[in-house]
């Protein structure tokens, strides 16, 4: 009896030894690993392939529109380079986009500082929510037209009330996704960290905030991209000679619609970077965590 049980017992370890061996050997296969860097090549280009392809789409639909109407309204795509190359060039579009990196930034952090706190006083106290939801609502529905006067009064022209008006316009989005992050972590997670004693700081540093932290990175994605729009609108409403809202301005009074385009398409490829550095502070948070 004890000499089947043996061989059995022998006959069980061969088999669980000899089997993560022919698993190694599988992996090993030259012919398996040409095939996963294959496919990890292929995920690749349908990763890159679809924005390349739209943006050639574009591209075509350009060259056979501008034929059939005025240079004016839509200038030809050779004009829109050569204002794009004189105008990095001559380091016009490099000083105008820099003023606007730092009204977008500055009220973006601003935002961000407001919207942590806020957002979380919301998802966790009731009284705190229905107290401050209205005035947020309220400041999210007025027209920033409507804001940039009075911010205009108070601190005057320039630099100070647009990088306030893009905090206005990031703060509402990015507290309401934070809240929403907050909100719905696993109570039993909490419950159970709190019978072993965590509370106060430690609750929060180790426990809700990593698994708060996709939701604060989506609004940080959603405020980073969203802060370029708020400080072009303060530009164009400030009307002053900086920044790239401006010169979209002074290229519209001038009738340079090459201008124009050049300068729209500076705006996006900067808003291609914001998002592009979001992305990759998502990917880093989720290594981290």
């Known amino acids: 009896m ?13 088999t669980d ?3 993560p061996v022919e698993g190694a050997r599988r992996t090993r296969d030259p012919a398996i690993q040409r095939g996963q860097a294959t496919q990890a090549v292929m995920q690749r280009v349908l990763l890159f392939a679809p924005p390349i392809l739209l943006a050639l789409f574009l ?13 004016l309204i839509l200038p030809a795509p050779g004009d829109t ?20 990196i ?22 966790k106290s009731r009284l705190f929510a229905a107290t401050v939801q209205p005035y947020l609502a309220a400041g999210q529905a007025i027209p920033a037209v409507v804001v940039y006067p009075l911010l205009s009064l108070w601190f005057g022209y320039g630099f100070i009330p647009i990088f306030i008006l893009c905090m206005l316009v990031v703060l509402f989005p990015m507290v309401i996704t ?27 540093a180790r426990i809700e905030f990593p698994l708060a932290s996709p939701a604060i990175l989506a609004a940080i994605r959603t405020g980073l991209t969203l802060s370029i729009v708020g400080a072009i609108v303060g530009e164009f409403i400030n009307q002053g000679d900086q920044g790239l809202g401006s010169l979209v301005l002074s290229a519209r009074n001038q009738f340079d619609s090459a201008l124009l385009f ?3 398409l500076v705006m996006a490829v900067l808003a291609a970077l914001y998002y592009g550095f979001a992305w990759g502070l998502t990917k880093l948070a989720n290594r981290m965590y």
């Open 178 to 204: 934070i809240a929403l992050g907050f909100q719905t972590i696993d109570r039993s997670l909490v419950d159970a960290a709190r019978v072993e004693g965590a509370s106060g700081w430690p609750m929060f």
């Open 262 to 264: 050049a300068t729209l």
């Open 102 to 123: 730092e009204e977008s930034l500055l009220g973006f952090v601003l935002a961000l500082v407001i919207a942590l706190p806020l957002g979380y006083g919301v998802a």
């Open 81 to 100: 380079f050569s204002a794009l190359t004189a105008g990095i060039a001559s380091g016009l579009f490099f000083s105008n986009a820099l003023v606007t």
């Open 2 to 14: 004890s000499v089947k049980t043996t061989m059995s017992e022998k006959l069980a370890l061969d």
């Open 59 to 71: 591209l075509a639909g350009w060259f056979i529109a501008y034929r059939h109407v005025s240079n």
């Open 17 to 19: 030894t000899t089997e």
